[in-house]
């Protein structure tokens, strides 16, 4: 799978959006991009994946450049509830398994 | 409907003691993912099955290291004997199979902190 790059953390105003990039210039044809967040002391939580088009869903949106090099996640109205690490990762679906591969993430703290 | 359920949810254990780990998938799934979290190596999967057979161990870091699944609702992840270095959250995920060329989501437990003295 493609590595990815992503900045270590970011900081965000409540209310505001939260915009989260992520690099993946090695990106193959057939490789997705999802996006998982890990809230403090909690389990990974699922919250968007796509090919090449934008996609949008109840929690974000997933904007991937026409290159699909990189990609960026957005929270439109960022909440202190969404002070996470959020990590992009890039996998190949296969029917062998949907595995991931967590990089370092990035540490977004949502501020007041 | 509730979720990726594992136990325990803390384990402080000695040195050389074996430890067991649990976990319950979400009724319908079939996959299921081990993973452990360190602060030095972050996110890593252990291993992962499908229809209850294990179908990769290789992030699996030893032969100390083993883990069964012997229905589709049940699977554990037993150290022994266990070290220092084993400390970690230990996660397990499950997930149905792909659906489309994207795959599916994986639906993850709240994790086992397991600290060995």
């Known amino acids: 799978d493609a590595k990815t790059t992503q900045p270590p953390s970011m900081d965000c105003a409540e209310g505001r959006a939260a915009n989260l990039p992520c690099n993946h210039s090695t990106i193959s044809g057939n490789e997705y991009v999802y996006w998982y967040r890990q809230i403090h002391s909690q389990g990974p939580q699922y919250i968007i994946h796509g090919l090449k088009n934008n996609e949008t869903n109840e929690m974000a949106s997933l904007i991937i450049t026409e290159d699909r090099k990189s990609s960026t996640l957005i929270l439109p109205h960022a909440t202190l509830r969404d002070t996470a690490v959020y990590y992009c990762?890039?996998?190949?679906?296969?029917?062998?398994?949907?595995?991931?591969?967590f990089g370092g993430g990035t540490r977004l703290m949502v501020k007041p | 409907d509730a979720g990726v359920i594992q136990s325990p949810r803390h384990e402080v254990t000695e040195m050389g003691q074996e430890v067991t780990l649990r976990c319950k998938p979400i009724s319908g799934h079939d996959y299921l993912f081990w993973y452990r979290q360190t602060m030095m190596r972050g996110l890593e999967l252990l291993i992962y099955f499908n229809n209850n057979v294990p179908i990769d161990d290789s992030g699996m870091p030893e032969d100390r290291f083993s883990a069964k699944m012997p229905n589709a609702s049940f699977s554990t992840l037993k150290i022994q004997p266990s070290e220092p270095r084993d400390s970690a959250v230990y996660f397990c995920?499950?997930?149905?199979?792909?659906?489309?060329?994207?795959?599916?989501?994986?639906?993850f437990g709240p994790g086992t902190r397991l600290t060995v003295t």
């Open positions: 990762i890039v996998r190949v679906a296969n029917n062998a398994g949907n595995m991931l591969t």
């Open positions: 995920a499950s997930s149905l199979g792909p659906r489309s060329a994207s795959g599916r989501e994986q639906y």
